[in-house]
């Protein structure tokens, strides 16, 4: 970033910027800190960001999976409960301030061709929300903001459910296509890999029927979704083929985790959970 700036592609278009690049403590406090980076990685690099939550800073959470922030306040059996899977050591806990918090769902497709230089594959639209449902001036403000500059941000009162949406479908597609090798399509097509997704994702909305976080679509119904999408390879699938660690615990981890925590048999997600953990380096 700091020789040759930032490269971000994007239908056929280059876009070169040369943000400040440096240290969390060059950098200092921020209006707004956007955590983007591959859940497995934050807990150990939480601690450094230190330096750029200020009395007022904002933090957003942009990760996959079960973020650290989802039982706070939540209500239920779970409620204040951190997950071994996801933060393990409580760091996220202790740097990021309650309070100061926004959820945020991504819905895109973006890969690293090489340092600093990023392939947006497509980009549909970004999520954001208060954790307890508000529309507070403060997520008004980073919509504008985001929308100002071209993101199709939009808020949501229920940020909860669309983060347990979003995971829904990935729990099963991330780890069953490192596993198979294959795109969303091809694996799809396969009666037998459907239904195991179907058994998956069953196991999870037993779990969101304990939480209160009712779907609004079946298992089958969210599969013809992902089949309309085409035939896509997951970022997990990526992230193997690029000799990277997997967002294995952050995900399909985080689920079993829970199912456990709320007595829910869940021998569907489990066994592809130990199929997988073998894969990642």
């Known amino acids: 970033l700091r020789a040759q700036g930032l490269s971000v592609e994007r239908a056929g278009a280059t876009r070169r ?49 079960i973020p650290w922030w989802f039982f706070h306040d939540f209500g239920g059996s779970l409620a204040n409960h951190s997950l071994n899977s996801v933060d393990p050591n409580q760091a996220q806990e202790r740097t990021f301030p309650r309070g100061r918090i926004l959820g945020s769902v991504v819905h895109a497709s973006a890969r690293v061709c090489s340092p600093a230089h990023v392939q947006v594959v497509a980009a549909d639209r970004l999520i954001l929300g208060e954790p307890g449902g508000e529309i507070t001036n403060r997520v008004r403000d980073v919509v504008a903001g985001l929308r100002s500059g071209g993101i199709n941000a939009e808020i949501s009162e229920r940020i909860r459910h669309e983060v347990w949406s979003k995971l829904w479908g990935n729990m099963n597609m991330n780890p069953l296509s490192a596993l198979t090798r294959c795109g969303t399509a091809k694996m799809l097509s396969c009666a037998d890999v459907r239904d195991l997704c179907i058994r998956m994702m069953e196991e999870m909305q037993l779990c969101a029927k304990r939480l209160d976080l009712h779907m609004s679509m079946t298992p089958a119904e969210r599969i013809a979704v992902t089949q309309r999408l085409g035939d896509f390879r997951t970022s997990m699938l990526a992230d193997l083929e690029a000799g990277l660690p997997l967002e294995l615990a952050p995900q399909l981890g985080a689920v079993a985790e829970i199912a456990g925590r709320l007595d829910v048999p869940a021998p569907f997600m489990r066994s592809i959970l130990g199929l997988a953990r073998l894969l990642s380096p």
């Not at 406090?29 to 591959?38: A, I, M, N």
């Not at 009395?55 to 996959?64: C, H, K, L």
């Open 17 to 65: 910027s040369h943000p400040r690049a440096g240290s969390a403590a060059e950098l200092g406090p921020h209006d707004y800190v956007f955590l983007t980076v591959k859940a497995q990685n934050l807990s150990d690099l939480a601690p450094s960001l230190s330096p750029l939550i200020g009395p007022s800073t904002t933090v957003i959470s942009g990760t996959n999976g």
